[in-house]
């Protein structure tokens, strides 16, 4: 390969071997063009295709999370830049033509200690904001109300403990159902309605194999095991529908496990509550399909 480029490479100018400065500012307006076109998709409200970025923040959780993702990135651009700087100083300083007697030097004391002291203080900086952030989202403030999610294979159980008991279940409405407007594959027959501003306590457990609550906009995800009951917390800051999955494979129907949960103001959820508990205890239990990979139901799972 070596001797095949070099057999094609003097054939060519140099000065066409290099880029032009017209080329180079070519580049770099494409780069920035589609640097702008990642960034109107970024800070999504929900999946989109094509996606870049992280979905908005809805909770304080996530937006201390993304407030130590940006402080992250800041941290590891200027390492990339630093390392770069270096690999072009040695490059251009010590090439074979301008500098064909190597150096011999073994080890330098200095640079020893530095390359050894600066990581651990770089680690330390970041370890210390990352503590502060898992302890803010492992304790539970004082809580208004609390939210039983029960995993199951392939639909979610939800209960309302300090609500008298509520509980339904929530299952993907199937492509068949969908009414215009709704997303493929994350709509829901019940969603999770929450109050807005109200702090929450959610509690996750399961009955067969291991699930996992996720609503990425939260910063929420919590493992659905049996036998054992997992705890986070979440309070939604303004209204609207916020989107999730079950993100742990969980079998054949692990993709069709949509979580939808709508925040609404404190009269509407009151208002919504009170319909709740006349819709769901009235209603039998009757069993619904769930969908398996070629969209048909085949797998039956309880609906309260």
């Not at 992250?72 to 040695?90: N, Q, S």
């Not at 916020?242 to 939808?260: D, F, K």
Request: hydrophobic share 45%; charged share 15%.
């Amino acid at each position: 390969m070596v001797r095949w480029m070099r057999a094609i490479l003097p054939q060519i100018p140099r000065r066409e071997r290099r880029p032009s400065t017209a080329l180079l500012l070519v580049a770099a307006i494409v780069a920035a063009a589609g640097i702008a076109a990642f960034a109107g998709l970024a800070w999504a409200d929900q999946p989109h295709p094509w996606q870049f970025g992280m979905q908005a923040p809805a909770t304080p959780i996530k937006e201390r999370i993304h407030h130590f993702h940006s402080a992250l990135l800041i941290i590891i651009f200027l390492i990339t830049v630093f390392v770069l700087g270096l690999l072009l100083v040695t490059i251009v300083r010590f090439n074979a033509k301008r500098h064909p007697v190597p150096t011999r030097t073994t080890h330098n004391p200095i640079i020893e200690i530095l390359w050894t002291v600066v990581p651990v203080l770089i680690l330390v900086g970041i370890a210390i904001p990352s503590f502060k952030l898992m302890y803010y989202m492992d304790e539970v403030p004082d809580a208004k109300m609390t939210i039983k999610v029960t995993g199951h294979q392939w639909y979610w159980s939800y209960e309302y403990p300090d609500q008298g008991k509520l509980t339904f279940d929530s299952n993907m409405i199937q492509d068949r159902d969908l009414k215009t407007g709704q997303e493929r594959m994350l709509e829901v027959d019940n969603p999770l309605v929450v109050p807005v501003g109200t702090t929450i306590r959610i509690q996750v457990t399961g009955t067969d194999v291991i699930h996992s609550w996720f609503i990425p906009s939260f910063g929420v995800q919590e493992y659905a095991i049996i036998g054992r009951l997992n705890e986070a917390w979440m309070r939604v800051l303004e209204p609207g529908t916020y989107r999730g999955e079950c993100n742990q494979i969980c079998g054949i129907n692990h993709a069709y496990m949509p979580i939808v949960v709508k925040a609404v103001a404190q009269a509407d959820f009151d208002k919504w509550l009170g319909d709740a508990k006349k819709k769901f205890a009235a209603a039998p239990a009757q069993p619904t399909a769930a969908p398996d990979a070629n969209g048909s139901g085949t797998l039956v799972a309880a609906n309260k």
